[in-house]
């Protein structure tokens, strides 16, 4: 499924503003949301292929967030891959956990737009 729609829910300023205007620059349609309340009204409220997702958030934290749109009783957004950025150092446990629902788990201070692009274009692929 190739990747167009993308909403990115993460509060940091700098990064979000960077990650958006990356993304834009390379065609794709992006919204963005700074505070997780936001971000899952928008998630639930038009369809996206891609859901960018900070676990450490204002309001709602991002794991909250997947719980309320896919879990084991429903998948609320069945045609959006996940893709969790964060520099929040969860324990072993925790991160497997979330790896098993979400499409990719990426650590912020070792992404540059550039490879967060490629990781895009290799979630299209999958």
């Known amino acids: ?3 167009h729609t993308i909403l990115c829910i993460e509060d940091d300023r700098f990064i979000g503003e960077m990650y ?3 993304l834009r620059k390379a065609g794709y349609d992006v919204e963005w949301m700074v505070d997780g309340n936001d971000g899952l009204v928008a998630a639930r409220n038009k369809p996206y292929d891609l859901i960018i997702l900070d676990i450490m958030l204002p309001e709602q934290r991002g794991d ?3 719980d309320a749109l896919r879990n084991d009783a429903v998948d ?3 045609n959006s ?3 969790v950025m964060t520099n ?3 324990n072993d446990r925790d991160r497997e ?4 629902r979400v499409d990719g788990y990426l650590i912020k201070a ?5 490879r967060l692009l490629e990781v895009i274009e290799e979630l299209g692929r999958s």
């Open 1 to 3: 499924m190739a990747i």
């Open 20 to 22: 958006v205007r990356s």
């Open 64 to 66: 909250q967030i997947l």
């Open 76 to 78: 609320l957004v069945p």
């Open 81 to 83: 891959k996940f893709l």
């Open 88 to 90: 929040f150092e969860q």
């Open 97 to 100: 956990t979330m790896l098993k």
């Open 110 to 114: 070792d992404i540059t737009p550039r």
